[in-house]
């Protein structure tokens, strides 16, 4: 006969067998909880998180700040967590749509120290007229005719985080020299 964790009754309802009355096969204990260290692991292994963020993810868990800061300290000493490999990550994955302004304040809210930023942003301003016109090139792709238009563009390369001089310069049709 076979153990089913699960008892038929009348009527067709199913129930949960208790853990007691399980064999060898069925068997449903408890496993341990992961430990910190673990779960922060299972979290990078999914994407590429910043100490910070990783920090509070953690914190969520009830865990104590002694306890996340030792399992992070390992993790950094061992390479896993790099708040650089996360700039450059968010940069080349976003780069190509957004601005530096809206680069900037995704990489702030991630944690990242205020150095990283101003590094990444530095290298970003010199392409920051050619990516707009790559945007605006494949959401619009003529000069504005109006100034409802005109305008209408200016407010979506602004909401996509390109600068003011830049927003003009593409709208007004001024190619990069």
Request: glycine share 8%; proline share 3%.
């Amino acid at each position: 006969m076979v153990n089913w964790p699960f008892k038929v009754v009348q009527g067709g309802a199913a129930q949960t067998a208790p853990a007691a009355q399980l064999g060898e096969r069925g068997k449903t204990s408890a496993a341990p909880a992961p430990s910190l260290k673990a779960r922060a692991v299972s979290l990078l292994a999914q994407r590429e998180y910043s100490r910070q963020e990783l920090s509070d993810k953690l914190t969520a868990e009830q865990a104590s700040p002694e306890e996340i800061e030792q399992a992070l300290a390992q993790l950094e000493a061992k390479g896993l967590v790099d708040d650089t490999r996360v700039v450059e990550t968010l940069v080349n994955r976003r780069a190509g749509k957004l601005g530096g302004l809206r680069l900037r304040q995704e990489l702030q809210a991630k944690g990242v120290s205020p150095e990283l930023v101003a590094e990444a942003m530095a290298g970003l301003k010199n392409t920051e007229l050619a990516r707009a016109l790559a945007v605006w090139q494949k959401k619009f792709g003529h000069v504005a005719t109006d100034a409802a238009t005109r305008n209408r563009q200016a407010r979506f390369l602004a909401t996509r985080g390109f600068s003011g001089d830049v927003v003009r310069q593409v709208v007004a049709g001024v190619e990069d020299e």
